[in-house]
């Protein structure tokens, strides 16, 4: 059984979908500090079957022991934690609690009970400004704010962490930017608030719940002036996971250090016209001022994936629009 910490939020959910799909057992586990309940519903409409799903945060230690007497955990994929960037930087204290020493609970309950493989939710972020894309995994690492901080922390604690015991099989799985939705509409991407990201927000405006898009900056040195980023599908992203969980049961006995994104950077309005196409109406936008802390281009290398996981995204931007598209225009207001 796959204990999935985060298992009801975004990235947690289609990836359960991936895992039970691909034949693993699953548990959720979740403090739905960002989440509800019916995502969780969506999920079994989904897969036809009853999901575990223990409430509970990674912080306690009796909860996170509790899972592990419950339920005869194989591995697990650390997906909880908080990640909004500019959050992170106005309340340092509750990012570093939740995402590191929330870690070091959940690693101290799996030592505890002899579970030794995780897949943990790492970031591009670790990158911070990268002087070249696409980024390979050797890059420097100097993430720029306090969220990419307590990412290179917690891979930093697992590669400590392997390098005392190493019957660990740890894979550090290095995401780019995840859009899209599963293609039932059933379950997406739910932001609470104003999105901070960019798919969201135009998701946003083309249901009507806004009336314009801000484009933070056109005038970057990209081919357009708008930013670029590597957009990358989240089923792809699920099946991801699926590869890396699959590595982990393995026992490898090592860590595994990976970008999962497409190795293409789109830029901003490549997006926007991409989402054009798929809701058949057009998106009203602004060019803005640069939102502080954007880096110009940043997409991904994803070749040693490839190698190691035997796994490449295989969604289109225009796939990602669409599924974005049909889970918005099912679920204006999300799981609400
Ligand atoms: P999400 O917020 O939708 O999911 C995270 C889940 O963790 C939520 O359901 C939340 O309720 C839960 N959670 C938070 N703190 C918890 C705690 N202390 N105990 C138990 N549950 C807790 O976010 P997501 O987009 O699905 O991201 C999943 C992981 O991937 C996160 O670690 C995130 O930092 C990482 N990541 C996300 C992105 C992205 O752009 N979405 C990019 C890179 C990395
Ligand atoms: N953008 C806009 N308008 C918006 C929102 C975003 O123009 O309303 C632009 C940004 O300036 C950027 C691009 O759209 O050029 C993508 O921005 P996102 O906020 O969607 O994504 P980021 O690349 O800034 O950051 C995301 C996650 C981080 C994660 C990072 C790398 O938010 O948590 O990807 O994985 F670390």
Redesign the pocket.
């Known amino acids: 059984m796959i204990l999935l910490t985060g298992g009801a939020g975004y990235i947690g959910l289609h990836s359960a979908v991936a895992l039970i799909e691909a034949g693993h057992e699953v548990v959720l586990f979740d403090n739905f500090s960002n989440s509800k309940p019916e995502g969780v519903r969506r999920l079994v409409k989904i897969v036809g079957r009853e999901v575990a799903c223990v409430e509970g945060d990674v912080r306690s230690a009796s909860d996170m022991a509790a899972v592990f007497a419950r339920y005869s955990i194989d591995a697990v994929i650390h997906f909880a934690g908080l990640?909004?960037?500019g959050e992170s930087v106005e309340q340092p204290l509750r990012y570093y609690d939740n995402n590191v020493a929330g870690t070091l609970v959940l690693l101290a309950a799996m030592q505890q009970a002899g579970v030794r493989r995780i897949v943990f939710s790492s970031?591009?972020?670790v990158y911070g400004a990268p002087d070249f894309s696409p980024i390979p995994e050797s890059a420097a690492l100097r993430p720029a704010n306090t969220?990419?901080r307590t990412?290179l922390m917690v891979e930093e604690i697992l590669r400590d962490l392997h390098a005392s015991a190493p019957d660990w099989s740890v894979a550090l799985l290095?995401?780019?930017?995840?859009?899209g939705a599963h293609s039932s509409g059933q379950i997406g991407e739910d932001p609470s608030g104003i999105?901070?990201?960019?798919?969201?927000?135009?998701a946003q405006v083309a249901v009507g719940r806004r009336a314009e898009?801000?484009?933070?900056?056109g005038d970057?040195p990209t081919p357009d002036g708008?930013?670029?980023?590597?957009y990358i599908h989240v089923m792809d992203l699920a099946d991801g996971h699926r590869a890396a969980v699959d590595r982990v049961l393995g026992d490898p006995r090592d860590v595994l250090t990976v970008n999962l994104g497409t190795g293409v950077g789109y830029?901003?309005l490549d997006?926007v016209r991409a989402f054009e196409r798929a809701c058949c109406r057009p998106i009203p936008y602004r060019i803005?001022l640069?939102?502080p802390?954007?880096?110009?281009a940043?997409w991904g290398d994803p070749s040693l994936a490839g190698q190691q996981l035997q796994w490449t995204a295989r969604r289109s931007l225009d796939d990602m629009c669409r599924d974005s598209w049909n889970w918005q225009k099912q679920n204006p207001d999300g799981f609400a």
């Open positions: 990640k909004a960037v970031s591009a972020t969220y990419g990412k290095r995401y780019f930017n995840p859009v999105p901070n990201n960019l798919m969201p927000f135009v898009l801000n484009v933070f900056g970057y708008t930013g670029v980023r590597d830029s901003v997006l803005a640069r939102r802390g954007d880096v110009p940043s």
